[in-house]
């Protein structure tokens, strides 16, 4: 364990977090050096309905990852890291959400905006 996270009690380990709802969205995701990764087999929502989201950034970027073949058969084909788990939450439910609703911790917490500024605090 590096000395600032031995400092500050925190493990170096990688925490999960999951994003899932009743319309298909099924993923997992960490914190890494460069952003929110979505890992290789998570799911995406098929159908998007939501007006809001066909307009935001976030459409235009699922439409990138399928062009590019990151996301096959609303599947990632492999690991995928975002800028941040808002846009991933926002890709794979295809929906404008907020990261609090939609990525938990293997406990069932939401505690995603506490584990963002715990990476701050040890990188």
Known sequence: MEDSARATG???DKTYFYCKNKTGADAKGF???K??????G???IENC???T??????SELLDKLIKNKVIVDWAFKKEHTFSSPTSAADVVTQGYVSVNEYWIDANGKNNIKK?????????
Do not use: P, W
């Open 115 to 123: 584990q963002a500024m715990l990476r701050h605090v040890v990188s």
């Open 35 to 40: 952003g929110f990764t979505v890992l290789l």
């Open 31 to 33: 914190y890494s050096d």
């Open 10 to 12: 925190i493990s170096s």
């Open 49 to 51: 309905s939501s007006k």
């Open 53 to 58: 989201f066909k307009e935001c950034q976030y």
């Open 42 to 44: 998570n799911k995406v």
